[in-house]
């Protein structure tokens, strides 16, 4: 992670809602899951690159946690927005993550273009829910995402586009 904040031109890590210390570490430390190598930050490093709606919903969505906690249904609805705002390459890292954290479960299949397919008894299992809880929770997530105008089509996957692992 960025351990170097960038303190110069027009952007500003600093002042950055994502650059924060983490678990009571006293060095802070970028929360947008970037990372480079070299002495410092780059000039324009790739977060400035981003969309300026995913920047200002992850403000919003820190603003919610703090004002009224991580499990709070308008907090969890800023951070779907976020998450369908955040770029494919970020997406990829974060499963990358939870795979090596071994928070979720071993991809039952993948779909033409590679992206993972895990079963909801499966991931159920992993987090010690029934397979009930995770289906409610799915149909809830779901439910919200249609609210909000976004699309469920990339996230229950037509069993037929599936490639199973053999």
């Known amino acids: 992670m960025n ?10 890590c600093i002042g950055c809602e994502l650059w924060q210390t983490i678990d009571g570490d006293d060095s802070p430390c970028c929360m947008n899951a970037i990372s480079w190598d070299g002495d410092g930050t ?15 919903a992850i403000d ?19 951070l779907i927005l976020v998450m369908d705002l955040v770029p494919p390459h970020i997406h990829a890292m974060m499963g990358e993550k939870a795979r090596e954290l071994d928070l979720i479960p ?3 299949g993948n ?5 993972p397919i895990y079963r909801l008894d499966d991931i159920a299992g992993r987090l ?9 929770a799915m149909h809830k997530m779901l439910a919200e995402r249609k609210a909000l105008g976004l699309s469920n089509a990339d996230i229950v996957a037509d069993a037929a586009r599936i490639h199973r692992k053999q």
């Open 128 to 136: 010690g829910v029934s397979p009930a809880e995770a289906e409610e």
């Open 42 to 56: 780059p000039k324009n490093p790739p977060c400035f690159e981003y969309a300026p709606e995913l920047l200002a």
């Open 3 to 12: 351990l170097t904040p960038k303190t110069n031109g027009p952007h500003n």
């Open 106 to 108: 071993e991809a039952h």
């Open 111 to 115: 779909l033409d273009d590679g992206s």
């Open 60 to 78: 919003r969505r820190r603003k919610l946690a703090d004002t009224l906690g991580d499990d709070h249904p308008d907090t969890m609805q800023a």
